[in-house]
């Protein structure tokens, strides 16, 4: 069974940071690419940011050059750093992962539980 657990959301005052860690555990043989996902209330989840395997990122419009995604293949994490908040940066972020068990699998999809993320004075 594989898990994946979100910490590192709170309040914030807007203009300050946060680090988001995504771990996952459990039967995984390889983890091809991790997303980063945000939904506030009232609206649809969206893709906030993503890394490939080969350390390819993607982010979107609105947080890119204030998030940073990355991912340490060793501890089968990923991070998301949040610098620079604003207010409409408030929403749960939740991780997912596209992984193997095993090395010629088919890769399956994980997301984790959401972690909820304030920014506000």
């Known amino acids: 069974q594989v898990q994946l657990v979100e910490s590192g959301g709170g309040l914030v005052q807007p203009g300050g940071s946060l680090r988001l860690s995504c771990a996952a555990s459990g039967n995984i043989f390889s983890i091809t690419a991790w997303g980063w996902y945000r939904q506030a209330p009232g609206k649809e989840r969206e893709l906030v940011a993503s890394i490939s395997n080969g350390e390819s990122t993607e982010y979107a419009e609105s947080v890119r050059g204030r998030f940073t995604i990355s991912r340490d293949n060793a501890k089968n994490t990923a991070y998301l750093q949040m610098n620079i908040l604003k207010p409409e940066d408030t929403a749960v972020y939740l991780c997912?992962?596209?992984?193997?068990?095993?090395?010629?699998?088919?890769?399956?999809?994980?997301w984790g539980q959401g972690t909820q993320v304030t920014v506000s004075s």
């Open positions: 997912n992962a596209n992984y193997r068990k095993y090395r010629f699998a088919s890769t399956d999809v994980k």
